[in-house]
């Protein structure tokens, strides 16, 4: 299959004309570890019958009952580029997903100081949705974190307090990258390693239900940075994504991470 083709199937293969809706607990966090508010919100993506136009709208509800409606639709000639998935929304951004209905990002092409820069992470599993939004002002200074879990049809439960996992023990990682131009590479193994997630390379915040958050503070021109965001899954899986830019401020690589308790 062509990469533009498979690449597409990534992302909305498994949508329906009748369409999938996401029921989502959204929680914003200040850069000094803080919660600024928390909201709901629907997120439903639906596709025409022969799934070249997905219809994406979000539903946010308001105090009297009505809902706030954002509406956008995803053209498959338009829209779907050889650098990754153009969103009607802000054109400056990417979607790639490395994997069918698996670990996707959207991320902005370039990091240029005087224009605003977010990166979202999608931590999937089974029928769940963890996002991570790192959304930083125009002088590349972190100004939020957007935290949003999601499930199939009905609102999840509030969050838990933020706690530790367990990583001890030997673990098995499986890691693929993605690049640029839809390349993804073969599925790398590594057993036995211990693996121990808090010690990231930048700021690491511990939010709600085991999610694990690495990301700079400060974006600065001529250096290169990541955004990391990984959560336990089950007691013995961990999931983890990151975006990688290079010195010039340029998307480089996507790199998807499975790491599982050896047993």
Avoid at 181 to 208: R, V, W, Y
Avoid at 241 to 252: D, E, I
Wanted: glycine share 6%.
């Amino acid at each position: 299959m062509h990469l533009l083709e498979q690449h597409w199937e990534n992302l909305f293969g498994n949508l329906t004309i009748e369409g999938s809706s996401r029921y989502g607990i959204w929680t914003v966090f200040s850069p000094q570890k803080e919660i600024i508010k928390t909201s709901k919100g629907i997120r439903n993506l639906r596709a025409n019958a022969d799934k070249t136009l997905i219809t994406h709208t979000n539903q946010f509800p308001l105090p009297d009952g009505s809902l706030q409606e954002k509406q956008w639709q995803i053209e498959k000639d338009k829209c779907n580029l050889d650098d990754g998935l153009l969103h009607p929304a802000d054109p400056s951004k990417r979607a790639l997903s490395i994997e069918k209905y698996g670990s996707t990002t959207w991320f902005p092409k370039k990091f240029e100081v005087g224009h605003p820069f977010s990166v979202e992470l999608f931590l999937k599993h089974e029928e769940s949705n963890t996002s991570i939004g790192s959304i930083y002002d125009e002088n590349g200074s972190l100004s939020k974190i957007l935290y949003l879990r999601e499930s199939l049809n009905s609102y999840p439960d509030i969050p838990n307090a933020k706690e530790m996992g367990n990583f001890s023990g030997r673990w098995k990682v499986t890691k693929k990258y993605m690049n640029p131009d839809l390349n993804t590479s073969a599925a790398e193994e590594t057993s036995g390693i211990e693996f121990n997630p808090n010690e990231g390379k930048n700021e690491t915040f511990l939010l709600p239900e085991m999610v694990i958050v690495d990301i700079p503070i400060q974006l600065k021109p001529g250096e290169e940075f990541e955004i990391i965001a990984g959560k336990l899954v089950t007691d013995n899986q961990y999931k983890r994504l990151a975006v990688k830019y290079n010195s010039s401020g340029t998307f480089t690589q996507l790199t998807s991470e499975v790491f599982s308790r050896e047993l």
